[in-house]
Structure formats: structure tokens, C-alpha cells
């Protein structure tokens, strides 16, 4: 296994000890680990349904589990689509950080994670975990895929 991608998903240290062949990525170019994250703005982890209490995560910017702050800079771009399925690359899109087990994002445009999904309330930004790191994710998969061959 190169690495399995579970933004949105959530992992605590009860599941990992369940399962202790599974353990989380802690560097961009480990394989053989998981991914996973919850997005959200600052103290919204209370309220995010798919956010277990004792979540751990990855932070999708420095691919480290630690809780630094990384920047905007670090995001190499959010990818958002139209009614047209037309994509649009939004570069430095938002920073992250792991606070209590979510990743805290503060999005340069909120009308663009802004969604009327009764399901997930103001300011979980569950539907867009993918789409706030796209780039970022894309260039981490071809590392983690060199590093799976040896290159």
C-alpha cells in the first residue's frame, strides 16, 4: 500500500490500537500509512459530525501530525468547480492546523466554502476537505509514489 486517502473520515487512538498494522502518515513521503482529516474554522470541532471525540489527524499542508500552524503560502491551491463542472484553482486558498483533532482552515473566500447542506453545520467544511488541498494532494501522491519505488 502506497497510502490511503481518508479526508473526511476519522481515526482515533482506539482504532489504532484495534488495528495495529494501521498508523497515520507523519511525513509527505512515508507510505504504507493512512490520511485523514476533518476540515473547519476555529472552535467548530464540537459541532462537526464526522469528528470523533479523540480524533487524530493529518495536516493536509505539512503532511506532519504535530499542531503547527502552516500558512497559506504552504497551500498550493484549492480547487472549486462551477455549474459547469469547470474547475478553478484558488493558490494559497487557506492555512491549516490541527486543533483538537481538526484541522482549522481559514478560507480566503468563505462564499466558496459556504454551502446550504443541511447536514453539516455553519463553518464544517466536511464537503470540501479535498477541494481546499487539491494541489497539494496531487503532488503528495506522486512523492508518496516515488518514495513506494524506491526513486
Excluded at 36 to 41: E, G, K, V
Excluded at 92 to 102: C, E, L, M, R, Y
Excluded at 111 to 125: E, W
Aim: hydrophobic content about 40%; charged content about 15%.
Amino acid at each position: 500500500m502506497i497510502a490511503t486517502l481518508l479526508p473526511g473520515w476519522s481515526l482515533t487512538p482506539e482504532d489504532l490500537a484495534t488495528h495495529p498494522l494501521i498508523h497515520l502518515c507523519e511525513d509527505a513521503k512515508q507510505t504504507g500509512c493512512i490520511i485523514s482529516y476533518n476540515t473547519m474554522a476555529k472552535g467548530r470541532q464540537s459541532v462537526a459530525p464526522t469528528l470523533k471525540k479523540g480524533a487524530l489527524a493529518v495536516n493536509p499542508l505539512s503532511w506532519t501530525t504535530d499542531g503547527a500552524f502552516i500558512p497559506a503560502t504552504k497551500n498550493l491551491g484549492a480547487v472549486f468547480f462551477d455549474n459547469t463542472d469547470t474547475p478553478t484553482t484558488y493558490p494559497h486558498f487557506t492555512s491549516a492546523q490541527i486543533v483538537d483533532g481538526g484541522v482549522i482552515v481559514i478560507p480566503e473566500n468563505i462564499d466558496l466554502v459556504t454551502t446550504s447542506n443541511k447536514g453539516f453545520p455553519k463553518s464544517v467544511y466536511h464537503p470540501f476537505d479535498y477541494s481546499l488541498f487539491y494541489e497539494n494532494i496531487k503532488v503528495n501522491i506522486t512523492e508518496r509514489i516515488n518514495a513506494f519505488k524506491g526513486e
